[in-house]
């Protein structure tokens, strides 16, 4: 059996990964976004963080939430030059977005990897921009990901230690290529040891399917999945209600903060991720959703008309 690598013979053990071009595909992106948009009070009006130049045209990958509704971009390379950009595209679905620079960029493209072939225990180099050090770290977990705000992957990379400046952060694998884009920072607790602080990386094999309708529509060319506006948590095997987006569907339905999602069209849910497959099963946006709830101990029925989420955000204005 091979001895794995210690973490600090990662570079030695992988010839021909010139970390220095790689760290030169990471730009830091800095958005605007209109004080009355959707998302401003929930995501800010000013957003910073990272992206990965994936295209020798100045084209960037990034995670969405940077970008969303955003009114001006701008890419700061590594070395401090400040470049204008615009939002090209954005889905839901995956958490990707990319953005398009106006400019010469003159940053080398990094290749896309295949995430589906990452596996536990992969060395992987996890990097922002800003001229923050990058972080070596590994794969400390493949699993499916539910997210508050009716999200949801079937298989997340998590990568442990985690990076301070997660959002839109490249995750680099062993080859030198891009195998993720960093989301967010949770937490996780393995079967031994306590808590730890890991990254959720949106797997890279996510773009392929989708990249031409990003780039030709701005959004992927499909019926849009049904939109509740509604943010859940799970507590003790409930799923409680945390808050609703105003205006929304929820909202409209009258669903309020503390009630417990029990069932979708009298299939009970289990878990959140269930919760989310059962309304988005029902059919397209605009789909009306039965739903069981428990408030004060009571169960009532709510039905709720879907909507689609992008009717609700302003679009990516050409700067």
């Known amino acids: 059996m091979t001895e794995k690598p210690r973490r600090d013979e990662w570079k030695a053990t992988r010839p021909g990964f010139d970390t220095a071009r790689a760290l030169r595909s990471i730009v830091t992106v800095q958005s605007s976004i209109p004080e009355d948009a959707f998302t401003a009070k929930t995501l800010g009006e000013q957003r910073t963080g990272s992206g990965v130049v994936i295209g020798e045209n100045g084209l960037v990958l990034t995670i969405g939430y940077l970008v969303t509704e955003a009114e001006t971009v701008w890419l700061a390379r590594a070395d401090g030059r400040v470049i204008h950009a615009h939002a090209l595209g954005i889905d839901s679905e995956s958490g990707f977005g990319l953005v398009q620079a106006l400019e010469p960029l003159d940053c080398p493209a990094l290749e896309l990897g295949r995430s589906d072939l990452a596996r536990l225990g992969d060395s992987i180099l996890v990097a922002a921009g800003g001229g923050t050090k990058p972080v070596q770290a590994e794969i400390v977990g493949k699993q499916e990901f539910a997210g508050y705000w009716e999200y949801y992957l079937d298989e997340a990379i998590f990568t442990a230690p985690a990076h301070p400046f997660w959002g839109g952060a490249g995750a680099i694998g062993a080859d030198g290529r891009l195998i993720g884009i960093g989301s967010l920072h949770v937490e996780q607790s393995p079967e031994r040891g306590g808590p730890r602080d890991v990254n959720m990386i949106v797997p890279i094999g996510l773009l392929p399917p989708i990249l031409d309708d990003l780039l030709t529509y701005g959004r992927v060319n499909k019926p849009a999945r049904p939109w509740l506006?509604?943010?859940?948590?799970?507590?003790?095997?409930?799923?409680?209600?945390?808050?609703?987006?105003?205006?929304?569907?929820?909202?409209?339905?009258?669903?309020?903060?503390?009630?417990?999602?029990?069932?979708?069209?009298?299939?009970?849910?289990?878990?959140?991720?269930?919760?989310?497959?059962?309304?988005?099963?029902?059919?397209?946006?605009?789909?009306?959703?039965?739903?069981?709830?428990?408030?004060?101990?009571?169960?009532?029925?709510?039905?709720?008309?879907?909507?689609?989420?992008?009717?609700f955000l302003k679009r990516p204005r050409l700067q």
């Open 229 to 311: 506006g509604v943010y859940s948590a799970q507590n003790e095997g409930e799923i409680v209600v945390a808050a609703v987006s105003e205006p929304g569907p929820a909202a409209n339905a009258g669903l309020r903060r503390g009630d417990i999602l029990a069932s979708v069209c009298g299939d009970e849910v289990t878990d959140l991720g269930d919760f989310y497959r059962k309304v988005w099963d029902l059919g397209e946006a605009g789909v009306e959703v039965p739903i069981e709830i428990i408030r004060d101990g009571r169960a009532l029925g709510v039905k709720i008309r879907s909507a689609d989420r992008a009717a």
